[in-house]
């Protein structure tokens, strides 16, 4: 069955994860995107991932990720060990979507991961914006649907979030923790 051509688009805005001091390296996107972030993508559709001022309207910097077609995904993450997991996660972010049906949609999300010291995948937070995504919550895997689709400021406990919403994540094994600004496309 063909698909109904769909694009997305989603701006992140100065991301922030402090255990006592902020973790992460180049978080206000004030440098180039390949200082502290890797870009990745599917291959398959167009992506962008750009930082500009213009996002948001004041005079700092912001980033922008952005697929087009399906199924595909246009990544831009950074992975950081922590100390810990008295955690405070914090970013503006808008988030949009175009087109879509229930068996291909968009859904621009931040997605959150927890990794052993070993970089094997412990869980997930997964903030996301879309009509018709399908995810299921999991042990491992708390979802947090969005639904404002202005600039909003998002904050995340880290420590109250593993202990209430992901039962199967051992907060003991978490060594490193993954931000990723992920503009997803299902399906096809
Ligand atoms: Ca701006």
Known sequence: MMCFKKCLIF??????LVFGQELLINGNFEQELP???TYTDSGYGTHRALRG??????????????QYDNPGWTKLSQIVDVPGIALNLSFWAKFNESGGSSTCWPAPSVRVRYYDINNAPLGETRYYYSTYADWVSSPTLSLRRVTNPNWTRYEL??????????PGVNPD?????EVALWAYTSGG
């Open 11 to 16: 701006i992140p805005l100065a991301v922030s």
């Open 35 to 37: 200082v502290g972030w």
């Open 53 to 66: 001022t213009e996002y948001q309207p004041d005079p700092d910097y912001e980033a922008w990720v952005y």
């Open 157 to 166: 406990n880290i420590a109250d979030e593993i202990a209430a919403n992901l």
């Open 173 to 177: 094994e978490v060594a490193k923790v």
